[in-house]
């Protein structure tokens, strides 16, 4: 249950701090008093979405926390809302997330606002409360999972059926892509060795005359070129070496040089060699970049992208080849999968229809006791032609308020009032079915008065028997049922307005509910009715 609530520079509020009991309560006050405004700072403390709109004129940040009582024990959570439309969560006092919140708000708390009857006028919706109701989840999942199997092995088959024309112009022109890269024998990382070939082979004559001077210079054929005039330099260090530390040093570093003019020269006299081309090796690079570069102007930017598009390109082909078989065998796992949907369909059918008429029964019973003795509640669960996403059937909830009236689509023929009842009603039936255990009804008496308010109430009395309930309404017959009465008040200093929630009991509550029941001018008579109410709720 939620035991206290404290909001913060929301809307009209500057700063309210609510304790809260078991049971029923109720929340009563003038209009623009702020009473919404507390049921909308609940919903943002739940995860709902929120509009910086929401933060009062003036401050910087808006905030609500609570403390609620839950199935794991005591929980606080706090919300804020910045200025820039940055939110903040916590809970029990740890960084959360809006979505974690949205789902602890899902066992804590459930709102009925006066527009939450509108799902009833969605027929497409009706299926989802049977569907709760039964607790059909477990079975509607592995229903899905059938479905959306059939749907992937349609799809499979209907891509591998084509014309046979289509199929012999796919099949011609897979062959020729399949040969003309396997048969062109790529390797990766062959463009970058070729083209470095290729860049060599076309500055031939630079680079044997850059070369052969290189090697004319470190070691010619005749005369002595930095080897043999290292090795001499050497020789002749070394001949002192015994006779000083520092020429020992030195000789140590020249001996390097030497090694590395030495393996210098060898490695360029190798390289000048291999400059020595025949024309029928540069006909070959050629002719090589030339395959090379068609492939990938056709198939990919690189030899890697080449290679994988004809992988890609050899597997549709035996897709295509070996077609027939592959349709028959997933033929007969579509016969298989399509036989468990079926059957998984009637089962959910079979538990969708014991559940509606089971409902509709308890529905009627509601109905009457919310002073509608003569209305009809049907749940009609109709087959649909093939299987869809949620079965095969689509549910509808038929409504007839009055005697002689054959029951039709209750989105429309019900009045405001009478979806009000329908409402609640069906929340009455639902208890017990995973509900939070506080229920918030915001104004869902709108478009009821007299004794149908009144059963409202006993109904709402009813409910809070097994968990917290709150309500704002504007009916002294629904607010002197209440355990609990919050008054909102909404008062004005300094120019700005601020809003203040009070518990009242004994004459002042009968002040409020005679206020109720006349307006701002509150008489001697409608005093004397509501302390009547009181005493006999």
């Given at each position: 249950m939620?035991?206290?609530?404290?909001?913060?520079?929301?809307?009209?509020?500057?700063?309210?701090?609510?304790?809260?009991?078991?049971?029923?309560?109720?929340?009563?006050?003038?209009?623009?008093?702020?009473?919404?405004?507390?049921?909308?700072?609940?919903?943002?403390?739940?995860?709902?979405?929120?509009?910086?709109?929401?933060i009062?004129?003036?401050?910087?940040?808006?905030?609500?926390s609570?403390?609620?009582?839950?199935?794991?024990?005591?929980?606080?959570?706090?919300?804020t809302?910045?200025?820039?439309?940055?939110?903040?969560?916590?809970?029990?006092?740890?960084?959360?997330?809006v979505?974690?919140?949205?789902?602890l708000?899902?066992?804590?708390v459930?709102?009925?606002?006066?527009?939450?009857?509108?799902?009833?006028?969605?027929?497409?919706?009706?299926?989802?409360?049977?569907?709760?109701?039964?607790?059909?989840?477990?079975?509607?999942?592995?229903?899905?999972?059938?479905?959306?199997?059939?749907?992937?092995?349609?799809?499979?088959?209907e891509?591998?059926?084509?014309?046979?024309?289509?199929?012999?112009?796919?099949?011609?022109?897979?062959?020729?892509?399949?040969?003309?890269?396997?048969?062109a024998?790529?390797?990766p990382?062959?463009?970058?060795?070729?083209?470095?070939?290729?860049?060599?082979?076309?500055?031939?004559?630079?680079?044997?005359?850059?070369?052969?001077?290189?090697?004319d210079?470190?070691?010619?054929?005749?005369?002595?070129?930095?080897?043999?005039l290292?090795?001499?330099?050497?020789?002749?260090?070394?001949?002192?070496?015994?006779?000083?530390?520092r020429?020992?040093?030195?000789?140590?570093?020249?001996?390097?040089?030497?090694?590395?003019?030495?393996?210098?020269?060898?490695?360029?006299?190798?390289?000048?060699?291999?400059?020595?081309?025949?024309?029928a090796d540069?006909?070959?690079?050629?002719?090589?970049?030339?395959?090379?570069?068609?492939?990938?102007?056709?198939?990919?930017?690189?030899?890697?992208?080449?290679?994988?598009?004809?992988?890609?390109?050899?597997?549709?082909?035996?897709e295509?080849?070996?077609?027939?078989?592959?349709?028959?065998?997933?033929?007969?796992?579509?016969?298989?999968?399509?036989?468990?949907?079926?059957?998984?369909a009637?089962?959910?059918?079979?538990?969708?229809?014991?559940?509606?008429?089971e409902?509709?029964?308890?529905?009627e019973?509601?109905?009457?006791?919310?002073?509608?003795?003569?209305?009809?509640?049907?749940?009609?669960?109709?087959?649909?032609?093939?299987?869809?996403?949620?079965?095969?059937?689509?549910?509808?909830?038929?409504?007839?308020?009055?005697?002689?009236?054959?029951?039709?689509?209750?989105?429309?023929?019900?009045?405001?009032?009478?979806?009000?009842?329908?409402?609640?009603?069906?929340?009455?039936?639902?208890?017990?079915?995973?509900?939070?255990?506080?229920?918030?009804?915001?104004?869902?008496?709108?478009?009821?008065?007299?004794?149908?308010?009144?059963?409202?109430?006993?109904?709402?009395?009813?409910?809070?028997?097994?968990?917290?309930?709150?309500?704002?309404?504007?009916?002294?017959?629904?607010?002197?049922?209440?355990?609990?009465?919050?008054?909102?008040?909404?008062?004005?200093?300094?120019?700005?307005t601020?809003?203040?929630?009070?518990?009242?009991?004994?004459?002042?509550?009968?002040?409020?509910?005679?206020?109720?029941?006349?307006?701002?001018?509150?008489?001697?008579?409608?005093?004397?009715?509501?302390?009547?109410?009181?005493?006999?709720k």
């Amino acid at each position: 249950m939620l035991k206290s609530l404290f909001i913060e520079n929301v809307a009209v509020i500057d700063r309210l701090d609510i304790e809260l009991s078991p049971g029923f309560t109720v929340l009563t006050g003038e209009t623009g008093a702020g009473k919404s405004i507390i049921i909308d700072s609940i919903g943002m403390l739940l995860g709902g979405r929120v509009s910086r709109d929401l933060i009062r004129s003036g401050e910087s940040a808006a905030a609500v926390s609570a403390i609620f009582d839950g199935p794991q024990g005591e929980v606080s959570v706090e919300r804020t809302l910045a200025a820039d439309g940055r939110s903040a969560v916590r809970i029990d006092g740890r960084p959360a997330t809006v979505a974690m919140l949205r789902e602890l708000g899902e066992t804590l708390v459930s709102i009925h606002g006066q527009h939450d009857s509108g799902w009833l006028l969605q027929p497409e919706r009706h299926i989802l409360f049977v569907d709760e109701l039964a607790n059909a989840g477990e079975l509607l999942d592995i229903y899905k999972a059938s479905y959306g199997k059939v749907n992937a092995l349609k799809s499979k088959i209907e891509s591998l059926h084509m014309d046979e024309r289509e199929k012999s112009r796919r099949l011609d022109m897979l062959r020729f892509q399949v040969e003309e890269i396997s048969g062109a024998d790529l390797v990766p990382g062959e463009a970058e060795k070729l083209n470095e070939r290729r860049t060599v082979m076309q500055n031939a004559g630079r680079l044997v005359r850059s070369v052969g001077a290189v090697c004319d210079a470190l070691d010619p054929e005749d005369g002595e070129g930095a080897v043999s005039l290292a090795g001499a330099a050497l020789r002749q260090l070394n001949a002192c070496t015994s006779l000083s530390d520092r020429l020992a040093e030195v000789a140590g570093r020249l001996e390097g040089s030497y090694y590395t003019l030495t393996d210098v020269a060898g490695e360029m006299r190798s390289f000048l060699e291999e400059l020595d081309f025949d024309p029928a090796d540069i006909d070959r690079v050629e002719r090589r970049h030339d395959v090379i570069h068609r492939l990938c102007r056709k198939y990919g930017d690189t030899v890697e992208a080449v290679i994988a598009y004809g992988v890609k390109a050899a597997a549709e082909l035996e897709e295509i080849e070996l077609s027939d078989e592959r349709i028959n065998a997933l033929e007969k796992t579509l016969a298989r999968v399509y036989n468990e949907l079926s059957g998984q369909a009637e089962e959910l059918s079979a538990l969708r229809q014991k559940t509606a008429d089971e409902a509709q029964r308890r529905i009627e019973e509601e109905l009457r006791f919310l002073n509608m003795p003569k209305a009809k509640f049907i749940i009609d669960v109709r087959p649909l032609a093939d299987f869809g996403p949620q079965g095969r059937d689509e549910v509808e909830f038929l409504f007839s308020a009055n005697v002689g009236e054959e029951p039709r689509p209750l989105a429309k023929i019900a009045s405001g009032g009478e979806l009000s009842r329908v409402m609640l009603a069906l929340r009455s039936v639902m208890t017990g079915k995973g509900d939070a255990d506080t229920l918030i009804f915001d104004e869902i008496d709108t478009g009821v008065s007299g004794s149908a308010a009144e059963q409202i109430g006993r109904k709402l009395q009813s409910l809070s028997e097994s968990r917290q309930v709150l309500c704002v309404t504007h009916l002294p017959q629904i607010a002197c049922l209440a355990a609990n009465h919050l008054v909102i008040t909404k008062k004005e200093a300094a120019g700005r307005t601020f809003t203040a929630v009070e518990p009242v009991d004994g004459e002042a509550r009968a002040g409020e509910l005679a206020r109720l029941l006349s307006g701002n001018v509150v008489t001697p008579a409608a005093m004397e009715a509501a302390r009547e109410m009181l005493r006999t709720k």
